[in-house]
């Protein structure tokens, strides 16, 4: 229906991802709403859809990354590794799409371009990028936090006579690196998870280093079919525990204090914590990541596994040149990152030294003119998180406002999850909820459920339209500022919870840093309370027309 009347739904849903399928099942089958996702890619998966590089894995241990919500979901299906692959977890995510028999009700191929909110109906009408118009009551974006690709705006890419590739869109033919002289840029947990794989084919790999990045084995490995079975029988122990951690990781954060360890006892914790891997490193101490002092003592223990490995000392020396305490940026886990530089056709270059001036057609220029000949440039440089994704949309609000420029000087929120000014508009796991602080999937279940028991209850009491107050967001967004100052997250000014890799993005700390358990608490207590901070059938604003 590109013109004439546009079909109409109960709720719309954009992105087909772990939220959006969650929230089509909850909203269809419980709530029995006329609902449809919308979704650009032409299968669904979210995030995994889109991010196939060499190496993509996800940091969670797999008994925590799926959903817990259905035990009878739960037991359909066994993760082979520690940490699930994207293949796996695609796979995974197609399961459930059949499964819970989801897939009539999405809409593949089909890219929101924008979405306008009449206060005369209450509705939101939804423009795909064909020109499609919908309708519905309830909008919800389950577009992800880490979707829209940040590829850097580096003069004279298009130049370029070799291939380019973002992690984030890689092609599904995937790339071939043999014989071919790669260069990556970005050194995150995406980079750190490809280099080691891109250097299995490539001729030659040069990683452009613009901040050096600590990094703990991920130590993965196959579980074995008791493992499996030990897995499943305890799914309401482990679900018991994720929703009870701060991280909503299946393990608990020590108590113990690394400021009161003498040197010895710090060794011994840190080497076992090496040895277990992954993000457990983080929890052995209770302290790392509000006290600089504790914090130091797991940087030097980490920054010294570095020129352990290393052999080459001068690169050694480039790969433990961190400025930042660790874990105040997004600490990656690793499959012999570290030690792949030990191979001769492997080598890093401190950009932060002598900074990328331009992309030629041979390859990589320097400052100092230097340039690097290459086949091949990977940019794992990220995305434009939280915010990026939403923006990407042309939201128009109550009395024509835009989103673009309500949020130019960073994002407004009440809980992450609803934005003044766009009523019946919900964003799942949207900046100001813990969603990337946290293993993701216990937020988006939590948020798509308090998305459903909130349009349940406005259904049941007769309210066509509800929408956040902007004290409340107001509030809001100086609690997320508060709980972020409350810890050394802010201490690394180029984090993309600050919106910092993307230039000209605003300041502002995003996720919520007061981890989830209480996050849920606080939920809770706004949908005890009636919904607090919320108006509902407000009149029409009478300067809209
Ligand atoms: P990240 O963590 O944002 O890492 C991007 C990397 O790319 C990082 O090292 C950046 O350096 C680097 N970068 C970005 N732009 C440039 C330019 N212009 N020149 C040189 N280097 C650049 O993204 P990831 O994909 O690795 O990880 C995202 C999340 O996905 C991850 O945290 C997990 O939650 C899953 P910088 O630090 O900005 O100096």
Redesign the pocket.
């Known amino acids: 229906a590109s013109n004439g009347t546009p079909a109409s739904y109960d709720a719309l849903i954009v992105g087909a991802g772990f939220a959006g399928l969650y929230q089509l099942h909850l909203l269809r089958d419980r709530l029995g709403l006329k609902t449809r996702v919308l979704e650009a890619a032409d299968g669904v998966g979210g995030t995994w859809y889109w991010n196939r590089y060499p190496g993509a894995r996800c ?1 969670s241990e797999s008994h925590s990354y799926r959903y817990f919500f259905s035990r009878e979901l739960h037991d359909s299906w066994d993760y082979s590794e520690r940490y699930p692959g994207q293949e796996e977890i695609r796979a995974y995510l197609n399961h459930v799409a059949d499964h819970l028999d989801l897939r009539r009700d999405i809409q593949l191929e089909t890219r929101v371009a924008a979405a306008a909110f009449d206060e005369k109906t209450n509705l939101w009408t939804v423009t795909t990028k064909a020109g499609e118009r919908l309708t519905c009551r309830w909008l919800i974006t389950a577009v992800g936090c ?1 979707s829209s690709a940040n590829v ?1 705006d ?1 003069p004279g890419l298009e130049t370029f006579k070799g291939e380019w590739r973002h ?1 984030g869109r890689w092609p599904h033919e995937g790339v071939d690196f043999a014989g071919k002289r790669v260069g990556q ?7 750190i998870q490809a280099a080691p794989v891109i250097a299995e084919t490539a001729k030659t790999l040069t990683v ?1 280093q ?2 050096a ?1 600590y990094s703990v084995p991920a130590r993965n490995h196959p579980l074995s079919p008791e493992r499996k079975r030990e897995l499943t029988e305890r799914f309401e122990e482990i679900r018991d525990l994720v929703r009870s951690t701060p991280n909503a990781h299946p393990f608990r954060i020590s108590a113990d204090k690394a400021a009161e360890q003498d040197a010895e006892t710090l060794a011994q914790r840190y080497e076992k914590a090496w040895e277990i891997g992954g993000l457990r490193f983080r929890a052995v101490f209770g302290d790392l990541l509000v006290d600089k002092g504790a914090n130091d003592t797991a940087a030097t223990f980490l920054k010294g596994k570095i020129r352990e490995i290393v052999k080459d000392p001068a690169t050694a020396a480039v790969l433990s040149n961190i400025d930042h305490p660790y874990a105040a940026k ?1 600490p990656p886990i690793d499959t012999n990152y570290f030690d792949t530089f030990n191979k001769p056709h492997v080598a890093v270059i401190d ?1 932060r030294a002598d900074p ?1 001036k331009r992309i030629v057609p041979e390859g990589i220029e320097l400052e100092s003119g230097k340039v690097h000949e290459l086949d091949v440039i990977v940019f ?4 434009d998180a939280m915010t990026g994704p939403l923006l990407a949309i042309d939201f128009e609000g109550v009395g024509g406002r835009r989103l673009k420029d309500d949020w130019a000087a960073g994002p407004r929120t009440w809980m992450g999850v609803a934005v003044p000014g766009y009523p019946n508009l919900f964003t799942v796991t949207g900046p100001g909820s813990p969603s ?1 602080l946290a293993n993701m999937i216990v937020p988006i279940e939590q948020h798509v459920e308090w998305i459903a028991d909130c349009i349940e209850t406005m259904r049941a009491e007769g309210v066509e339209r509800i929408e956040a107050e902007p004290a409340a967001a107001e509030a809001w967004m100086g609690h997320v500022n508060d709980a972020a100052n409350a810890t050394l997250l802010p201490e690394a000014g ?1 984090s ?1 919870y600050l919106g910092a ?1 993307v230039p000209g993005k605003p300041r502002v700390f995003m996720p919520y840093a007061g981890g989830m358990v209480r996050f849920r608490e606080i939920c809770d207590a706004v949908s005890a309370a009636g919904y607090a901070g919320f108006a509902r059938n407000r009149p029409a604003d009478p300067e809209a027309a």
């Open positions: 940091d880490l850097p580096i992690t840029v970005g050194t995150g947990s995406t980079g452009f613009r901040t990045n997004r950009v990328i794992a440089t990220g995305f990337v180029h993309w890799n």
